[in-house]
T-cell receptor, first 110, second 115 residues
Framework: LAKTTQPISMDSYEGQEVNITCSHNNIATNDYITWYQQFPSQGPRFIIQGYKTKVTNEVASLFIPADRKSSTLSLPRVSLSDTAVYYCLVGEVRDDKIIFGKGTRLHILP | EPEVTQTPSHQVTQMGQEVILRCVPISNHLYFYWYRQILGQKVEFLVSFYNNEISEKSEIFDDQFSVERPDGSNFTLKIRSTKLEDSAMYFC?????????????FGPGTRLTVT
């Protein structure tokens, strides 16, 4: 799996848009970019996955520049319930183990 | 929406005792996993299971650990002789055979406390 770097923690306020950027300079051609979310005392939850350009679903958007060496998870209009740890994962698309890093601890303030 | 379930939600056991953690993966999924998370630390991969055998295991998954799919619905993790350092949240996960997706579905976890 390609090494990823993301901020350890971020604070934001309710109603704001939050962008979490992940660096993955050694991403390989076959690698996809996947983001997971983990609420306190719960299992991780898949949020979004992409290969290039932009992907959007009901939860978030994922922006991937042309060189794919970074990606940005965008959460529109966050609420207190978006307080969680967000993990950026880069690897081949296959049914295999997930190696989690420390993630970004996002804290939403009222 | 289908989900992975785990029982019990919390298990307290004495050091040296055997524990079995149970999971019911999503019904049409073929790949099964166990992960653990020690309080305040990263989620760590333990083992993956496919076609009734272990696909891959981590260094953590030593001889004290075993997994089994005893019937068509359950997937269990057994720790033969628990140690204090086995105290953690244990998460079961499953995924389907769609190789386009890197999505694993995690259960709510079992909190294991070894005293």
């Amino acid at each position: 799996l390609a090494k990823t770097t993301q901020p350890i923690s971020m604070d934001s306020y309710e109603g704001q848009e939050v962008n979490i950027t992940c660096s993955h300079n050694n991403i390989a051609t076959n690698d996809y970019i996947t983001w997971y979310q983990q609420f306190p005392s719960q299992g991780p939850r898949f949020i979004i996955q992409g290969y290039k350009t932009k992907v959007t679903n009901e939860v978030a958007s994922l922006f991937i520049p042309a060189d794919r060496k970074s990606s940005t998870l965008s959460l529109p209009r966050v609420s207190l319930s978006d307080t969680a740890v967000y993990y950026c994962l880069v690897g081949e698309v296959r049914d295999d183990k997930i190696i989690f890093g420390k993630g970004t601890r996002l804290h939403i303030l009222p | 929406e289908p989900e992975v379930t785990q029982t019990p939600s919390h298990q307290v056991t004495q050091m040296g005792q055997e524990v079995i953690l149970r999971c019911v993966p999503i019904s049409n999924h073929l790949y099964f996993y166990w992960y653990r998370q020690i309080l305040g630390q990263k989620v760590e991969f333990l083992v993956s299971f496919y076609n009734n055998e272990i696909s891959e295991k981590s260094e953590i998954f030593d001889d004290q650990f075993s997994v089994e799919r005893p019937d068509g619905s359950n997937f269990t993790l057994k720790i033969r002789s628990t140690k204090l350092e086995d105290s953690a949240m244990y998460f079961c996960a499953s995924s389907d055979s769609d190789r386009v997706s890197y999505e694993q579905y995690f259960g709510p976890g079992t909190r294991l406390t070894v005293t």
